[in-house]
């Protein structure tokens, strides 16, 4: 079945640490997009890419970086920048009409 | 700029009851309205959409209209389940990013329990 897959399910990261979230989608999606959740905040894009190779800032982009090498991923960094790393991160992928979300990644700084 | 306003929950209902989820919206030109459901520690599921004025989305028992005159697309069911637990999002989009891909703009989220 197609669909988005989102790894690892948890993640706790130490201060000053670089961790990265992985997004892996097989449904030949162009456009891939990384939202964070907070409680009562909704959903804030972080990052969003249409094609290979090209990536734009969404609202909330600092301390955050991606990259775009092949179709099917689009791994997003949380970098030691980022001040306050601790939210439920989505990826989805666009493609004809509606969004595909994958199931997230919890990350806690520790 | 773009902007979803949902009504704050909690809401907390007894099965079979009416549901109302009141959403407005601030955009230019025309957007396409969305609502999303997310159940506990999963993705947003797409649960209806409308692309213009006074469309109605339906889905599941759960249907919204599009009202430009109001600039609404509140959720309705007529008798919900427990299973329908989640947090509800209303959602927007008239970013048009090259062909079918767009950005979303997304209210806070309205988190329904349902009751047995």
């Known amino acids: 079945d197609g669909g988005i897959t989102q790894s690892p399910k948890y993640l706790f990261r130490k201060e000053g640490q670089n961790v990265t979230l992985s997004c892996e989608q097989n449904l030949n999606h162009d456009a891939m997009y990384w939202y964070r959740q907070d409680p009562g905040q909704g959903l804030r894009l972080i990052y969003y890419?249409?094609?290979?190779?090209?990536?734009q800032k969404g609202d909330i982009a600092e301390g955050y970086s991606v990259s775009r090498e092949k179709k099917e991923s689009f791994p997003l960094t949380v970098t030691s920048a980022q001040k306050n790393p601790t939210a439920f991160y989505l990826c989805?992928?666009?493609?004809?009409?509606?969004?595909?979300f994958g199931s997230g990644t919890r990350l806690t700084v520790v | 700029g773009n902007s979803v306003t949902q009504m704050e929950g909690p809401v907390t209902l007894s099965e079979e009851a009416f549901l109302t989820i009141n959403c407005t919206y601030t955009?230019?030109?025309?957007?396409?309205l969305f609502w999303y459901v997310q159940y506990p520690g999963e993705g947003l599921q797409l649960l209806l959409k409308?692309?213009?004025?006074?469309d109605k989305g339906s889905n599941k028992g759960f249907e919204a209209t599009y009202r430009k005159e109001t600039t609404s697309f509140h959720l309705e069911k007529g008798s919900v389940q427990v299973s329908d637990s989640a947090v509800y999002f209303c959602?927007?989009?008239?970013?048009?990013?090259?062909?079918?891909?767009?950005?979303?703009?997304f209210g806070k989220g309205t988190l329904l329990t349902v009751n047995p």
């Open positions: 409308a692309t213009k004025a006074d």
């Open positions: 959602a927007l989009s008239d970013d048009f990013i090259g062909g079918s891909n767009y950005k979303l703009t």
């Open positions: 989805a992928s666009a493609g004809g009409y509606g969004y595909t």
């Open positions: 955009a230019t030109g025309y957007p396409s």
């Open positions: 890419s249409q094609i290979v190779n090209d990536f």
